[in-house]
């Protein structure tokens, strides 16, 4: 990771608190534009207490909501500029396959989304679903559709090369208080969601296995990352093991590598992308639910651009705080 510095400045233009990928991102926008920029976090980097370690995570274009739809085509254009900027590889596409009952309606949501973005892809009856994946099967007869522009970015590596670009690290010995959602521990082996969505692991890093994400656990306490799972942990690996048996037969459903995702909460599982509300210098950037790593260079972008007052690219509106006038106030 980029080593961290004491600040060789006492006047910043603007201080990102978080290296994670979304604070890294906007640091980098930030100091694309020539300003002094501050990048801080609590530990030293790299470390496994945000939502941003690992070695990989989804991206795709299938999306039921249109406000992440219209962003995604810019997110695959941003990530290959900053593989050429950093000179690595960090994407590889595989394909991505949605499964869900033909009546959900957040699948046919999915559906319509990918037409009206002409994104590559096929829509797959339950019959043809087996036929053309012969080791996913079926079990209470859904269809699927595929996303062929998805993939996976490898984690490690992208936060790697992003923080290397222009941007001073310094680790900070101190806290800032959180706003928004929970911080939950979940157990993670495919990505088992309502519509599923099956995706491979890049064969290099596990040959022969499939990576299952179960999105669903209990709170858990980011200051004890490092700490084993609780017995609650083990019903998740048991509705895992039992997803594998039943949809993938031709598989052990035993895992052979087990890891747990930190990541924050919003009640509607859309993020926080706002001024705070008392204070207009200050930008907020929270609640990225489990799903906002490969949006991260646009919410970058977005976070910059509040910052320096520009109008944002896209529209807010669905990532205001004001959408959660019954929540108790923040602590900020």
């Known amino acids: 990771m980029a080593?961290?510095?004491?600040?060789?400045?006492?006047?910043?233009?603007?201080?990102?608190?978080?290296?994670g990928i979304q604070g890294s991102f906007t640091a980098y926008h930030l100091a694309k534009r020539g300003g002094e920029t501050l990048l801080l976090d609590q530990f030293p980097l790299p470390h496994s207490r945000g939502s941003s370690h690992g070695q990989s995570r989804i991206i795709r274009r299938a999306y039921p909501q249109e406000h992440?739809?219209?962003?995604?085509?810019?997110?695959?254009r941003?990530?290959?500029?900053?593989?050429?900027?950093?000179?690595?590889?960090l994407y590889r596409q595989t394909g991505l396959l949605v499964l869900g009952a033909n009546a959900n309606p957040e699948f046919q949501r999915c559906c319509r989304t990918l037409v009206k973005h002409n994104v590559p892809g096929e829509l797959f009856t339950t019959e043809s679903l087996h036929r053309r994946f012969p080791g996913i099967q079926p079990y209470h007869g859904e269809v699927g559709v595929s996303d062929h522009t998805a993939g996976?970015?490898?984690?490690?590596?992208?936060?790697?090369?992003?923080?290397?670009?222009?941007?001073?690290?310094?680790?900070?010995?101190?806290?800032?208080?959180?706003?928004?959602?929970?911080?939950?521990?979940?157990?993670?082996?495919?990505?088992?969601?309502a519509p599923h969505h099956i995706y491979g692991l890049?064969?290099?890093?596990?040959?022969?296995?499939?990576?299952?994400?179960?999105?669903?656990?209990?709170?858990?306490?980011?200051?004890?990352?490092?700490?084993?799972?609780?017995?609650?942990?083990?019903?998740?690996?048991?509705?895992?093991?039992?997803?594998?048996?039943?949809?993938?037969?031709?598989?052990?459903?035993?895992?052979?590598?087990?890891?747990?995702?930190?990541?924050?909460?919003?009640?509607?599982?859309?993020?926080?992308?706002?001024?705070?509300?008392?204070?207009?210098?200050i930008i907020i950037g929270a609640g990225f639910s489990g799903h906002g790593f490969k949006l991260a260079p646009v919410v970058g972008k977005l976070l910059c651009q509040l910052s320096v007052g520009e109008e944002p690219s896209y529209a807010m509106e669905p990532f205001r705080i004001h959408r959660f006038p019954g929540l108790p106030a923040p602590a900020l």
Not at 3 to 19: C, M
């Open 3 to 19: 080593a961290a510095v004491e600040p060789h400045s006492s006047l910043y233009d603007t201080i990102v608190v978080g290296a």
């Open 68 to 76: 992440y739809a219209q962003m995604m085509a810019e997110s695959y």
């Open 152 to 193: 996976v970015l490898s984690a490690d590596r992208a936060l790697r090369a992003v923080q290397t670009l222009r941007i001073n690290v310094c680790y900070w010995k101190e806290k800032v208080p959180g706003a928004y959602g929970v911080s939950a521990n979940f157990p993670c082996f495919l990505a088992l969601c």
């Open 202 to 281: 890049p064969s290099n890093e596990y040959p022969g296995l499939v990576k299952i994400c179960y999105h669903s656990g209990s709170p858990a306490d980011p200051e004890e990352r490092d700490r084993p799972p609780e017995a609650s942990a083990l019903p998740d690996i048991q509705i895992l093991q039992d997803f594998v048996s039943k949809y993938l037969p031709g598989l052990v459903p035993e895992p052979a590598v087990v890891e747990h995702c930190m990541y924050t909460n919003t009640p509607d599982e859309d993020f926080v992308l706002d001024r705070h509300p008392k204070f207009s210098n």
């Open 78 to 89: 941003l990530w290959e500029q900053l593989e050429a900027e950093a000179g690595a590889s």
